[in-house]
């Protein structure tokens, strides 16, 4: 699998902790020529830059070693892994964030260099008090997981009630045996694509679930659109981007868009973007990046990796539940099957257009988008009470350091 390779990505807001869940790895070649920036367990990683800008994490022991990017910091040796844990809280307490910030060098994005970090102050009490903190902020992180994991329950039902009110049943997923790995096919279907793995057996047995069912081709009920920005006018000194990973793919949000100077404009930021469009990632697409603009949004740029879907026939389809449909295991299901490549599959847009849209009267795919913003609000509620949690953790954690603990 290669050598864990750590990003600001990866160093999540506030808690201390690593996010492994979406790790990307470098070969042991490419590792061998940085070994400046090798990482092991118990070292503190912090953002020097970026969306996660002062954030810090600790190396977990479930990582042998790893490697970080450039725009990360790396605090080894630091003699136990009670003082590396005390280390990363505090400087995620506002205290040490807002003594980080004071150390920015950068203008419009935030950058602390090395040579700045080095004079971070940090508070550091005796042993028995850095003992306290990470005690206190460790139960305020089991808290929080608590409150989370009631979150993506609720969120994670989603889909079971999409389908159950669709009336579209999947069988379970086959198993990995010679024989269902092996498919007959029409040879007119081959003079359209000639992977194998477009004519697996799920994705077989999906199209004929929907086809039980009204639906029309996506195609049909909507069209893409070809608006781009000429990486000039429309702006100030800076402007508004969306990048991919800026979704949270768990709810469909924009979670941020980042300010960028125009004579720093990547290539990729061309596609223009309004409010009530839905974005679809054409770039590993069965990840389900996508998200529905709201109308308080300003026009953006997004990335050329983004399909934009802006006229819908709301005749045949409520706008909420495509975006809903599109999110769901069927949507993303069929995104899959149509992608191409190896570690970066993608899907071009006529595939994208050739994704089957279940279409129910229009009343029923009103009610449906209805219930699963309720549940959205319900889960995202949770996840307000679970950040609270950990705040309430740093309070009791500030007080601790600045002596008003009980």
Not at 323 to 348: C, D, K, W
Not at 374 to 401: F, Y
């Amino acid at each position: 699998m290669g050598i864990p390779f750590i990003r600001v990505a990866d160093v999540t807001h506030g808690d201390g902790t690593l996010n492994t869940d979406e790790m990307i790895f470098i070969s042991e070649e490419a590792h061998q020529s940085i070994k400046r920036s090798v990482a092991f367990p118990g070292d503190v990683i912090i953002a020097k830059t970026g969306a996660t800008m002062g954030a810090a994490s600790v190396v977990p022991d479930e990582i042998v070693e790893a490697n970080i990017r450039g725009d990360l910091a790396l605090v080894g040796k630091l003699g136990s892994r009670i003082d590396a844990d005390y280390l990363s809280t505090f400087i995620n307490t506002d205290i040490g964030y807002k003594l980080f910030w004071r150390l920015n060098s950068g203008s419009t994005r935030g950058r602390v260099v090395i040579s700045n970090l080095k004079k971070l102050p940090i508070v550091w009490p005796d042993t028995v008090k850095r003992a306290l903190v990470v005690e206190t902020i460790n139960e305020g992180r089991r808290q929080r997981n608590i409150k989370l994991a009631e979150a993506d329950a609720l969120l994670t039902s989603i889909d079971d009630y999409l389908l159950a009110e669709l009336g579209i049943t999947l069988p379970p997923e086959p198993e990995n045996t010679i024989n269902r790995r092996t498919q007959r096919v029409q040879f007119s279907a081959i003079q359209q694509r000639l992977d194998p793995n477009f004519f697996a057996q799920k994705y077989v047995d999906m199209t004929e679930a929907i086809a039980r069912q009204p639906f029309k081709l996506l195609r049909d009920i909507c069209s893409l659109s070809s608006e781009t920005w000429d990486q000039k006018s429309g702006f100030g000194e800076t402007f508004p981007y969306l990048e991919i990973s800026a979704i949270d793919r768990t709810i469909g949000q924009i979670t941020e868009l980042a300010e960028i100077p125009l004579e720093e404009a990547p290539s990729r930021a061309r596609m223009m973007a309004r409010p009530h469009d839905v974005l679809v990632s054409t770039t590993r697409p069965s990840r389900g990046a996508i998200t529905l603009v709201s109308e308080d949004h300003k026009p953006f740029i997004a990335s050329t990796g983004f399909a934009v879907i802006r006229e819908v026939d709301a005749n045949l389809v409520d706008r909420k539940f495509l975006f809903h449909v599109l999110r769901s295991r069927i949507g993303l299901t069929q995104m899959e099957q149509r992608s191409s490549g190896g570690n970066y599959p993608a899907i071009t847009t006529s595939e994208l257009k050739r994704v089957e849209i279940p279409v129910p009267d229009r009343s029923m795919q009103i009610s449906i988008a209805q219930e699963i913003e309720r549940t959205k609000t319900a889960a995202l509620q949770l996840r307000r009470e679970a950040d609270a949690e950990l705040d309430r953790a740093k309070a009791d954690i500030e007080a601790i350091l600045l002596g008003d603990a009980a």
